[in-house]
Every structure is written in structure tokens, then in C-alpha cells.
Nanobody
């Protein structure tokens, strides 16, 4: 059984920074894509950033130049460094792992979500 445990959310003032972490635990052979999505109240869940095992990245236009995604494959952990935060970044942030290979097969997993609030 794979579990994704997120940490690092919280309340920050506009212009501030936060770093989110998501660690995948369990018997994992490989993870193809690790990424972050977010969902603000009344809005659909959207991709924030994703990173393949081959280090190819994909960012939402709204976060380019401010957010940086990275991963530690040895620890099955993905990070999201968020700088120059804006009130519109306020949302629940979800970790997502695609094509996770375990003894049970191949599937995707989601974290439980962590709240990020940007407010003065």
C-alpha cells in the first residue's frame, strides 16, 4: 500500500515563501511523474507543476518563475519551493504520483492535501 504524506503548508504573507514536501512510502519500484495540483474554493483542481523521472518539468503559466519543483528519487520525495507568493496562490495543494510501480502493479496516487493561505 502506497501512501503520500504532505507537509509544509501554512499561512504566509504576500511575497513570502513556502516549501511543500511529499514523501511516498511503501514498496515502490519506480515513480514516473511526481507533481503538485491545487484547488481553490469554487474552482477546479489544476496542475501546478510536475516532474518526470527523466527531469522534464511542466509548470502552470501562473507559477512560472516563482515556483520550483524538484524530486529526490532515492527518498521517493517531491518538493515544491514557492516564492513570491500571491493571494491567488491560496488553495489546497495536492501531491500526485503517476504510474507508480509496486508489487501490486501500476497506478496513480494522491496525497491528502495541504492548505496554503497567502494573506496579510
Amino acid at each position: 500500500q502506497v501512501q503520500l504524506v504532505e507537509s509544509g503548508g501554512g499561512l504566509v504573507q504576500p511575497g513570502g515563501s513556502l516549501r511543500l514536501s511529499c514523501a511516498a512510502s511503501g514498496t515502490i519500484f519506480s515513480i514516473n511523474v511526481m507533481g503538485w495540483y491545487r484547488q481553490a474554493p469554487g474552482k477546479q483542481r489544476e496542475l501546478v507543476a510536475a516532474l518526470t523521472s527523466g527531469i522534464r518539468t511542466n509548470y502552470a503559466d501562473s507559477v512560472k518563475g516563482r515556483f520550483t519543483i524538484s524530486r529526490d528519487n532515492a527518498k521517493n520525495t517531491v518538493y515544491l519551493q514557492m516564492n513570491s507568493l500571491k493571494p491567488e496562490d491560496t488553495a489546497v495543494y495536492y501531491c500526485n504520483c503517476k504510474s507508480v510501480l509496486t508489487p501490486q502493479g501500476l497506478r496513480d496516487y494522491w496525497g491528502q492535501g495541504t492548505q496554503v493561505t497567502v494573506s496579510s
